[in-house]
């Protein structure tokens, strides 16, 4: 129980600090993806505690929160990727930096592409499939990639006061 209070807080701030802070750091019109980066840690690190798409669709529906998409669109987006997320754990064991680094990998070019689609057909919009990839998607895989280790350090730290090795039987 304790674990997962800890990572829907851990989720909630992550959205909270997206919102107000996280995202007004861009490059062109990428940004960093904090609840995306948090997830994919809290997956890498946690194993014992709950399937991926457990926390994706968590974090999926704490996007849909303070996202302009229309109501769903994120738990849709998130719940692939959790899909995604729940193979590559039964086949990627050791290091866990190389899992991590490529669900935020595929989680970048995921997140950012899938909204792109909603934004193109489903809200009628006319950009370009190749500018929303050069400005957007591109630029937001670069520095998702970037902050993907601090990110995974402090989550680390998070889930070891959340879960003491004793309490998971480690």
Same mark, same amino acid.
Request: charged share 0%; net charge neutral; no cysteine.
């Given at each position: 129980m304790r674990a997962y209070v800890?990572?829907?807080i851990l989720l909630w701030f992550a959205v909270l600090l997206q919102s107000a802070v996280v995202s007004q750091w861009r490059l @062109?019109?990428?940004?960093v993806d904090l609840p995306l980066l948090v997830w994919a840690a809290w997956v890498t690190r946690e194993r014992r505690v709950a399937p991926a798409w457990f926390w994706a669709l968590a974090v999926g529906a704490l996007w849909g929160l303070y996202s302009a998409l229309p109501s769903g669109a994120g738990l849709v987006i998130y719940a692939g990727l959790g899909l995604v997320a729940q193979a590559l754990r039964r086949r990627i064991w050791h290091p866990p930096y190389l899992l @991590?680094?490529?669900l935020v990998f595929v989680g970048s @070019?995921?997140?950012?592409g899938l909204t792109y689609l909603v934004v193109r057909f489903a809200m009628q919009s006319p950009i370009p499939f190749r500018t929303a @990839?050069?400005?957007?998607i591109l630029p937001t895989v670069l520095l998702n990639l970037l902050a993907a280790l601090p990110v995974y350090a402090v989550v680390a730290e998070w889930a070891d006061w959340v879960l003491p090795a004793e309490e998971v039987g480690g």
């Open positions: 800890g990572g829907l @062109l019109q990428g940004a @991590l680094f490529i @070019l995921w997140v950012p @990839l050069v400005q957007v």
